[in-house]
Protein backbone atom coordinates (compact mmCIF):
# COMPACT_ATOMS: atom_id res chain seq x y z
CA UNK A 1 0.00 0.00 0.00
CA UNK A 2 1.12 3.55 -0.45
CA UNK A 3 1.19 6.08 1.68
CA UNK A 4 1.67 9.94 1.38
CA UNK A 5 0.52 13.07 2.77
CA UNK A 6 0.58 16.37 0.92
CA UNK A 7 2.14 19.67 2.82
CA UNK A 8 1.41 22.54 1.28
CA UNK A 9 2.94 21.52 -2.65
CA UNK A 10 5.29 18.86 -1.66
CA UNK A 11 4.03 15.10 -0.95
CA UNK A 12 5.22 13.08 1.93
CA UNK A 13 5.92 9.62 1.56
CA UNK A 14 6.58 6.41 -0.22
CA UNK A 15 8.63 7.30 -3.77
CA UNK A 16 9.70 10.93 -2.42
CA UNK A 17 12.94 11.74 -0.89
CA UNK A 18 12.34 12.75 2.57
CA UNK A 19 10.67 15.47 4.20
CA UNK A 20 13.37 17.49 6.10
CA UNK A 21 12.28 19.65 8.36
CA UNK A 22 14.19 22.26 10.67
CA UNK A 23 13.24 22.84 14.45
CA UNK A 24 13.70 26.12 15.42
CA UNK A 25 12.88 25.74 18.87
CA UNK A 26 14.31 27.78 21.38
CA UNK A 27 17.44 27.92 18.96
CA UNK A 28 16.71 32.18 18.50
CA UNK A 29 17.87 33.38 22.16
CA UNK A 30 15.31 35.68 22.02
CA UNK A 31 16.40 37.19 19.35
CA UNK A 32 13.88 37.74 16.32
CA UNK A 33 16.83 38.41 13.97
CA UNK A 34 19.14 34.93 15.11
CA UNK A 35 15.15 33.47 14.37
CA UNK A 36 15.17 34.77 10.60
CA UNK A 37 19.09 33.81 10.01
CA UNK A 38 18.34 30.15 10.86
CA UNK A 39 15.25 30.36 8.50
CA UNK A 40 17.89 31.68 5.61
CA UNK A 41 20.03 29.02 6.91
CA UNK A 42 17.86 26.15 6.90
CA UNK A 43 16.56 27.12 2.98
CA UNK A 44 20.17 27.81 1.80
CA UNK A 45 21.02 24.05 2.83
CA UNK A 46 17.31 22.87 0.95
CA UNK A 47 15.76 21.78 4.17
CA UNK A 48 11.54 21.90 3.26
CA UNK A 49 10.43 23.41 5.89
CA UNK A 50 11.31 25.39 9.34
CA UNK A 51 9.49 24.18 12.73
CA UNK A 52 8.36 27.08 15.46
CA UNK A 53 7.23 26.19 18.82
CA UNK A 54 3.71 28.07 20.20
CA UNK A 55 3.29 28.44 23.61
CA UNK A 56 4.06 30.84 26.71
CA UNK A 57 5.48 29.90 30.16
CA UNK A 58 1.46 30.31 31.47
CA UNK A 59 0.18 28.15 28.82
CA UNK A 60 2.63 25.61 29.73
CA UNK A 61 2.73 25.37 33.70
CA UNK A 62 2.51 27.83 36.61
CA UNK A 63 4.97 29.83 38.17
CA UNK A 64 5.96 27.83 41.28
CA UNK A 65 9.38 26.47 43.47
CA UNK A 66 7.28 23.49 44.73
CA UNK A 67 9.54 20.29 44.07
CA UNK A 68 7.26 19.29 41.69
CA UNK A 69 8.15 22.12 39.00
CA UNK A 70 11.88 21.76 39.55
CA UNK A 71 14.18 20.01 36.97
CA UNK A 72 16.71 17.83 38.61
CA UNK A 73 19.39 16.18 36.57
CA UNK A 74 19.90 16.40 32.44
CA UNK A 75 20.39 19.10 29.64
CA UNK A 76 18.18 21.92 31.89
CA UNK A 77 19.19 20.65 35.10
CA UNK A 78 18.52 23.37 38.13
CA UNK A 79 15.70 25.02 36.05
CA UNK A 80 11.94 25.72 37.34
CA UNK A 81 9.42 24.88 34.49
CA UNK A 82 8.33 28.19 34.33
CA UNK A 83 11.77 29.73 33.61
CA UNK A 84 12.94 27.25 31.39
CA UNK A 85 9.95 28.03 29.22
CA UNK A 86 10.21 31.25 29.51
CA UNK A 87 13.59 31.26 28.08
CA UNK A 88 12.57 29.05 25.30
CA UNK A 89 9.48 30.20 24.20
CA UNK A 90 9.15 32.00 20.89
CA UNK A 91 6.82 35.44 21.66
CA UNK A 92 3.90 35.40 19.54
CA UNK A 93 4.04 38.80 18.27
CA UNK A 94 7.38 37.53 15.69
CA UNK A 95 4.86 34.62 14.15
CA UNK A 96 3.58 36.84 11.73
CA UNK A 97 7.63 37.63 10.61
CA UNK A 98 8.41 34.15 10.78
CA UNK A 99 5.34 33.07 8.19
CA UNK A 100 6.09 36.00 6.30
CA UNK A 101 10.10 35.60 6.23
CA UNK A 102 8.93 32.02 5.13
CA UNK A 103 6.88 32.85 2.02
CA UNK A 104 9.81 35.35 1.09
CA UNK A 105 12.45 32.73 1.34
CA UNK A 106 9.84 30.18 -0.38
CA UNK A 107 10.37 27.92 2.58
CA UNK A 108 7.21 25.83 4.33
CA UNK A 109 6.61 26.92 8.07
CA UNK A 110 4.27 25.31 10.64
CA UNK A 111 4.41 25.16 13.84
CA UNK A 112 3.71 23.05 17.47
CA UNK A 113 0.73 24.29 19.38
CA UNK A 114 1.02 23.20 22.96
CA UNK A 115 -2.17 24.46 23.85
CA UNK A 116 -5.98 25.41 22.03
CA UNK A 117 -5.49 28.78 22.56
CA UNK A 118 -1.88 28.37 20.68
CA UNK A 119 -4.02 26.40 17.86
CA UNK A 120 -6.87 29.02 17.47
CA UNK A 121 -4.02 31.66 17.13
CA UNK A 122 -1.77 29.89 14.65
CA UNK A 123 -5.20 29.51 12.51
CA UNK A 124 -4.90 33.28 11.70
CA UNK A 125 -1.95 32.17 10.15
CA UNK A 126 -3.18 29.43 7.65
CA UNK A 127 -0.17 26.80 8.36
CA UNK A 128 -0.03 23.84 5.75
CA UNK A 129 0.18 21.57 9.07
CA UNK A 130 0.95 20.94 12.66
CA UNK A 131 2.99 19.06 14.78
CA UNK A 132 2.20 17.13 17.93
CA UNK A 133 4.89 16.83 20.34
CA UNK A 134 6.34 14.25 22.37
CA UNK A 135 5.25 15.35 25.68
CA UNK A 136 1.39 16.46 24.32
CA UNK A 137 1.03 12.95 22.29
CA UNK A 138 -1.44 11.85 25.37
CA UNK A 139 -3.33 15.28 25.40
CA UNK A 140 -5.96 13.75 23.38
CA UNK A 141 -8.39 17.25 23.56
CA UNK A 142 -5.25 19.15 21.93
CA UNK A 143 -5.38 16.42 19.11
CA UNK A 144 -8.91 16.80 18.51
CA UNK A 145 -8.38 20.71 18.40
CA UNK A 146 -5.91 20.25 15.95
CA UNK A 147 -7.41 17.30 13.94
CA UNK A 148 -10.88 19.50 13.62
CA UNK A 149 -8.64 22.20 11.54
CA UNK A 150 -8.53 19.54 8.98
CA UNK A 151 -4.50 20.18 8.16
CA UNK A 152 -2.44 17.56 8.04
CA UNK A 153 -0.49 16.16 11.50
CA UNK A 154 2.94 15.62 12.06
CA UNK A 155 2.93 13.56 16.02
CA UNK A 156 5.88 12.66 17.52
CA UNK A 157 5.49 9.69 19.50
CA UNK A 158 8.50 9.71 22.16
CA UNK A 159 7.75 8.02 25.68
CA UNK A 160 4.07 6.58 23.90
CA UNK A 161 3.18 3.10 24.30
CA UNK A 162 1.44 1.40 21.36
CA UNK A 163 -1.74 1.71 23.09
CA UNK A 164 -0.99 5.38 23.33
CA UNK A 165 -0.29 5.91 19.81
CA UNK A 166 -3.12 4.45 18.72
CA UNK A 167 -5.35 6.43 20.80
CA UNK A 168 -3.69 9.03 19.29
CA UNK A 169 -4.17 7.66 15.58
CA UNK A 170 -7.95 6.92 16.33
CA UNK A 171 -8.68 9.98 18.44
CA UNK A 172 -6.87 12.17 15.34
CA UNK A 173 -8.65 10.09 12.39
CA UNK A 174 -12.09 10.58 14.33
CA UNK A 175 -12.25 13.99 14.72
CA UNK A 176 -11.48 14.45 11.12
CA UNK A 177 -7.61 14.01 10.43
CA UNK A 178 -7.37 12.27 6.82
CA UNK A 179 -3.50 12.70 6.96
CA UNK A 180 -1.40 11.93 9.52
CA UNK A 181 2.86 11.00 9.85
CA UNK A 182 4.21 9.49 13.10
CA UNK A 183 7.29 10.22 13.90
CA UNK A 184 9.31 7.84 15.47
CA UNK A 185 11.08 9.68 18.21
CA UNK A 186 13.56 9.28 21.68
CA UNK A 187 12.60 12.31 24.29
CA UNK A 188 15.96 12.67 25.69
CA UNK A 189 18.30 15.66 25.05
CA UNK A 190 20.63 14.48 23.49
CA UNK A 191 19.34 10.98 22.54
CA UNK A 192 21.64 7.78 23.03
CA UNK A 193 22.29 6.50 19.83
CA UNK A 194 21.77 3.02 21.05
CA UNK A 195 18.37 3.79 22.08
CA UNK A 196 16.96 5.10 18.90
CA UNK A 197 16.13 1.50 17.93
CA UNK A 198 15.26 3.24 14.28
CA UNK A 199 13.60 -0.89 13.11
CA UNK A 200 10.48 1.32 14.56
CA UNK A 201 10.13 2.63 12.28
CA UNK A 202 9.12 0.11 9.56
CA UNK A 203 6.91 -1.69 12.13
CA UNK A 204 5.04 1.78 13.24
CA UNK A 205 4.30 2.74 9.71
CA UNK A 206 2.71 -0.80 8.70
CA UNK A 207 1.06 -0.88 12.71
CA UNK A 208 -0.54 1.95 12.16
CA UNK A 209 -1.19 2.33 8.62
CA UNK A 210 0.70 5.79 8.41
CA UNK A 211 3.59 7.70 6.57
CA UNK A 212 6.34 7.33 9.50
CA UNK A 213 9.59 9.59 9.51
CA UNK A 214 11.88 10.24 12.43
CA UNK A 215 12.23 13.24 15.51
CA UNK A 216 15.86 13.18 15.48
CA UNK A 217 17.46 14.40 19.05
CA UNK A 218 21.14 12.78 18.95
CA UNK A 219 24.26 14.20 18.10
CA UNK A 220 25.47 14.92 14.50
CA UNK A 221 23.70 14.10 11.50
CA UNK A 222 24.44 9.75 11.03
CA UNK A 223 21.43 8.62 12.63
CA UNK A 224 19.10 10.81 10.53
CA UNK A 225 20.70 9.18 7.72
CA UNK A 226 20.39 5.79 8.71
CA UNK A 227 16.79 7.06 9.13
CA UNK A 228 16.07 7.37 5.92
CA UNK A 229 17.63 3.99 5.25
CA UNK A 230 15.51 2.47 7.74
CA UNK A 231 12.35 3.92 5.72
CA UNK A 232 12.15 7.59 7.39
CA UNK A 233 9.90 9.73 5.39
CA UNK A 234 10.11 13.14 7.35
CA UNK A 235 13.50 13.50 9.27
CA UNK A 236 13.54 16.57 12.18
CA UNK A 237 16.36 17.59 13.51
CA UNK A 238 17.12 21.12 16.27
CA UNK A 239 19.53 23.52 13.93
CA UNK A 240 21.33 26.76 15.18
CA UNK A 241 23.70 28.61 14.09
CA UNK A 242 26.69 28.31 16.41
CA UNK A 243 26.40 25.57 19.60
CA UNK A 244 28.84 27.87 21.42
CA UNK A 245 26.11 30.75 21.60
CA UNK A 246 24.45 28.69 24.21
CA UNK A 247 20.59 28.32 24.64
CA UNK A 248 18.52 25.42 26.28
CA UNK A 249 18.49 23.32 22.52
CA UNK A 250 21.82 24.37 21.67
CA UNK A 251 24.24 21.11 22.82
CA UNK A 252 22.07 18.58 20.64
CA UNK A 253 21.23 20.98 17.48
CA UNK A 254 23.24 21.03 14.28
CA UNK A 255 25.41 24.15 13.01
CA UNK A 256 24.88 25.43 9.66
CA UNK A 257 27.99 22.73 7.54
CA UNK A 258 26.17 19.94 9.36
CA UNK A 259 22.39 20.89 7.91
CA UNK A 260 24.34 21.02 4.96
CA UNK A 261 25.87 17.86 4.96
CA UNK A 262 22.45 15.88 6.50
CA UNK A 263 20.77 17.37 3.38
CA UNK A 264 23.00 15.93 1.25
CA UNK A 265 23.32 12.48 2.34
CA UNK A 266 19.67 11.81 3.69
CA UNK A 267 19.05 12.48 0.20
CA UNK A 268 21.86 10.17 -1.23
CA UNK A 269 20.41 7.61 1.21
CA UNK A 270 17.17 7.65 0.17
CA UNK A 271 18.46 7.78 -3.90
CA UNK A 272 20.13 4.54 -2.87
CA UNK A 273 17.34 3.26 -1.59
CA UNK A 274 15.73 2.85 -5.53
CA UNK A 275 13.36 -0.04 -5.76
CA UNK A 276 14.12 -3.77 -5.82
CA UNK A 277 15.88 -4.74 -8.44
CA UNK A 278 17.59 -7.65 -9.80
CA UNK A 279 18.06 -6.57 -13.34
CA UNK A 280 21.79 -5.63 -14.63
CA UNK A 281 22.03 -1.48 -13.97
CA UNK A 282 23.10 0.68 -16.99
CA UNK A 283 26.29 1.01 -14.91
CA UNK A 284 26.96 -2.48 -14.85
CA UNK A 285 26.07 -3.44 -18.28
CA UNK A 286 29.77 -2.40 -19.47
CA UNK A 287 31.51 -4.59 -17.08
CA UNK A 288 29.69 -7.82 -18.03
CA UNK A 289 33.13 -8.73 -19.73
CA UNK A 290 34.77 -8.66 -16.69
CA UNK A 291 33.20 -11.68 -15.58
CA UNK A 292 34.90 -15.51 -16.03
CA UNK A 293 34.12 -17.38 -18.97
CA UNK A 294 35.61 -20.46 -20.47
CA UNK A 295 38.62 -19.68 -23.34
CA UNK A 296 41.41 -21.19 -24.67
CA UNK A 297 44.48 -21.38 -23.20
CA UNK A 298 46.62 -22.99 -25.85
CA UNK A 299 46.08 -23.41 -29.45
CA UNK A 300 43.64 -26.69 -30.01
CA UNK A 301 43.40 -28.29 -33.83
CA UNK A 302 40.38 -29.37 -34.80
CA UNK A 303 39.53 -32.72 -33.58
CA UNK A 304 41.89 -32.38 -30.06
CA UNK A 305 40.38 -33.43 -26.88
CA UNK A 306 39.34 -30.07 -25.04
CA UNK A 307 41.13 -30.63 -21.24
CA UNK A 308 42.36 -28.50 -18.39
CA UNK A 309 45.70 -27.97 -20.24
CA UNK A 310 44.28 -25.98 -22.80
CA UNK A 311 41.17 -24.51 -21.10
CA UNK A 312 40.64 -22.17 -18.57
CA UNK A 313 37.90 -20.06 -16.88
CA UNK A 314 39.26 -17.17 -16.94
CA UNK A 315 38.63 -13.20 -17.57
CA UNK A 316 37.15 -11.61 -19.69
CA UNK A 317 33.45 -13.26 -19.83
CA UNK A 318 32.65 -13.22 -23.42
CA UNK A 319 32.63 -16.94 -23.87
CA UNK A 320 30.48 -19.49 -22.02
CA UNK A 321 30.23 -19.58 -18.47
CA UNK A 322 32.50 -21.36 -16.10
CA UNK A 323 29.66 -23.62 -14.87
CA UNK A 324 29.55 -25.31 -18.54
CA UNK A 325 33.48 -26.50 -17.40
CA UNK A 326 32.75 -29.98 -16.70
CA UNK A 327 30.42 -30.54 -19.73
CA UNK A 328 33.00 -29.54 -21.85
CA UNK A 329 36.18 -31.30 -20.95
CA UNK A 330 36.76 -34.30 -22.74
CA UNK A 331 34.91 -33.04 -25.93
CA UNK A 332 36.16 -32.71 -29.20
CA UNK A 333 36.92 -29.66 -31.09
CA UNK A 334 35.09 -29.42 -34.19
CA UNK A 335 37.50 -26.76 -35.86
CA UNK A 336 41.19 -25.17 -34.86
CA UNK A 337 40.69 -23.13 -32.14
CA UNK A 338 43.89 -20.04 -31.53
CA UNK A 339 44.78 -19.67 -28.00
CA UNK A 340 42.75 -16.50 -26.77
CA UNK A 341 39.54 -17.94 -28.75
CA UNK A 342 35.95 -17.62 -26.22
CA UNK A 343 35.06 -21.03 -26.40
CA UNK A 344 30.91 -21.83 -27.89
CA UNK A 345 29.33 -24.00 -28.16
CA UNK A 346 29.68 -23.47 -32.15
CA UNK A 347 32.75 -24.91 -31.63
CA UNK A 348 31.82 -28.41 -30.11
CA UNK A 349 28.47 -29.11 -31.02
CA UNK A 350 27.83 -27.32 -34.69
CA UNK A 351 23.84 -27.24 -35.67
CA UNK A 352 22.69 -27.85 -31.80
CA UNK A 353 23.57 -26.64 -28.44
CA UNK A 354 23.26 -29.62 -25.75
Not at 43 to 67: E, F, N
Not at 127 to 138: G, L
Not at 228 to 233: I, L, Q
Amino acid sequence: MTRSVLIADRAVGDGQPPYLVAELSANHNGEIERALRIMELAKTAGVDAVKLQTYTADTMTIDSDSPDFLIEGGLWDGYSLYDLYSEASTPWEWHAQLFEKGRELGITVFSTPFDESAVDFLETFDPPAYKIASFEATDLPLVRRVAATGKPIIASTGMSTPEEIGELVETARSAGTKDLILLHCISSYPAPVEDTNLRTIRHMAETFDVVVGLSDHTLGTTVAIAGVSAGAALIEKHVTLQRSDGGPDAAFSLEPPEILSMVENCNTAWLALGHVNYDRTPSEKANLKFRRSIYATADIAAGETLTKDNIRSIRPGLGLPPKYIDTILGQQSVKAITRGTPISWALLYPGQIP
